[in-house]
């Protein structure tokens, strides 16, 4: 919501800013500068990403505009579920979870926790690293650090590929509106012998597509990126929090404290307070 609420103000500052000076709107109608800028800018986002990265960025894209993605409410189900499946390793021995680890989509304990179960990326490195610890005494804790730390800087990398889409676009973006003005530039060239009326507009149209350019990189793309960025770095926090977690319980520390540090990994926003979290365990327990 606050994407399309920051979008709203950049539009309607520039708009009144511009009408405040006298702007003829109809100036800024050019349909073909909108086709050059904004078809080439998809044409380069078409070579520059394969498939499988252009098909997550169309996925990730809309999210942007559906809120937080991340929140308190989704870090008290990720501890939530750490919790539990600690709790009953500690009760009835790691075998306990096996089948829920195994196939965790079909699992009783994980259909309730919903919003842990529909993150991928999280249940993925649970699950792994649930699978080394049945195994039993095969694995050193540092050993399992070193393979989870591994397996988040590759989700890292991944997420970056996304944003980073985004972010060269951005960068093309003003290069693109200088393509569209020198196109208009030669157009007006051939003008020449008609009235400055005409060539005036001509040249103004040249110019807005410069002006798209700029305002599509600084104002739209560029901004809906580092929004990416930002929930992107939220989901590694909470992979951070799961690591944490598994190594204090593979060290012998209790269910209640291995969370703790999972639960004092997390960002300000996303932590819930230690009484939030009391009361959330309680419920569930």
Do not use: W
Request: hydrophobic share 45%.
């Amino acid at each position: 919501m606050m994407t399309l609420i920051g979008i709203g103000v950049v539009f309607g500052c520039i708009a009144v800013g511009y009408a405040m000076h006298h702007g003829n709107f109809h100036v800024l109608m050019q349909p073909a500068e909108v086709l050059i800028v904004a078809g080439a800018g998809c044409g380069a986002v078409l070579i520059m990403a394969p498939p499988k990265l252009l098909r997550q960025l169309l996925r990730e894209v809309p999210t942007v505009f559906r809120g937080v993605k991340h929140s308190k409410q989704i870090s008290l189900e990720v501890i939530g579920v750490l919790y539990e499946v600690l709790t009953r390793i500690k009760r009835d021995g790691a075998l306990a979870i096996e089948k829920e680890v195994e196939t965790p989509e079909e699992s009783e304990l994980f259909r309730k926790y919903p919003l842990f179960l529909r993150n991928h990326p999280a249940v993925t490195l649970f699950c792994d690293t649930m699978r080394l610890i049945l195994m039993g005494g095969s694995i050193q804790p540092h050993e399992m650090d070193e393979l989870m730390t591994v397996a988040i800087e590759t989700q890292e990398e991944e997420s970056h590929r996304v944003s980073g889409v985004l972010h060269s676009l951005a960068d093309a973006l003003p290069g693109l509106g200088i393509v569209a003005a020198v196109l208009g530039v030669i157009i007006t060239m051939g003008k020449m012998d008609q009235s400055p009326e005409v060539i005036g507009m001509s040249i103004a149209a040249a110019l807005v597509g410069t002006f798209m350019g700029i305002f599509l990189a600084y104002c739209v793309v560029g901004p809906i990126a580092k929004q990416m960025e930002h929930r992107h770095q939220a989901e590694l926090k909470l992979l951070e929090a799961i690591k944490r977690t598994l190594l204090a319980f593979v060290k012998d520390m209790p269910p209640r404290v291995a969370v703790e540090f999972g639960r004092q990994t997390l960002y300000e926003d996303d932590k819930p307070e230690f009484r939030e979290l009391e009361q959330a365990l309680k419920k569930r327990s």
